[in-house]
């Protein structure tokens, strides 16, 4: 999923003063907030998911902490080991990468592109994939001074936290898709004595 971010560009360019660039990046903030990329109430998961363990290379990124504050807001129960789990959500991939795009005539600003791509699968509590790898992709444009090292801008990082904000909201979209249900409950249909779970008929 993408969020149309061309007035946020094109305003960017026009000025390249921080205190313009944080302004427009609390706006977008707000934008984001107003557009419903804060989960409003509960989404519908399969049975099997309602008893999760969120398995990451790093369990306090902030992909992470908004995924688990989503799947509370849905009554999943997050457990702190898989044996406990009845599935895992496993984020086998989080990378951020940049792209350089232009520098100005007066070599004095740089556009980059940024890109978040985080690959999730489902797995079982024995560890077997019910859910294949499934890709999620963000991108964003921003302009920088070129003695600025992207790296350490507070932009940057407020950029590349909506991005992972925006990535968590699709990942519950995913969950809750018709595809993962069907799939998630078809996987445990032959095995319905786990924990007492009711699947549908």
Do not use: W
Not at 94 to 113: C, E, F, H, I, M
């Amino acid at each position: 999923m993408y969020f149309n971010f061309s007035s946020y560009r094109a305003l960017k360019q026009l000025n390249g003063n921080s205190i313009v660039r944080l302004f427009l990046l609390l706006a977008s903030t707000f934008i984001l907030t107003s557009c419903g990329f804060h989960l409003q109430g509960e989404m519908q998961l399969a049975p099997p998911l309602h008893r999760m363990y969120i398995q990451s290379a790093d369990p306090y990124s902030y992909l992470v902490r908004n995924l688990r504050q989503y799947l509370k807001l849905s009554k999943v129960e997050l457990v702190s080991t898989p044996a406990e789990a009845d599935t895992i959500l496993v984020i086998v991939s989080d990378t951020a990468t940049q792209q350089l795009l232009s520098v100005s005539g007066t070599q004095q600003t740089r556009q980059y592109k940024l890109i978040v791509t985080v690959v999730i699968e489902i797995q079982d509590a024995k560890g077997r994939i019910i859910v294949a790898p499934s890709a999620f992709t963000e991108e964003r444009t921003i302009t920088t001074q070129s003695n600025q090292i992207l790296g350490s801008s507070n932009d940057v990082n407020l950029l590349y936290q909506q991005m992972r904000r925006v990535l968590a909201y699709a990942i519950m979209n995913r969950l809750a898709s018709k595809q993962v249900t069907h799939a998630v409950n078809k996987a445990f249909a032959s095995q319905p004595n786990q924990r007492n779970m009711k699947l549908p008929s």
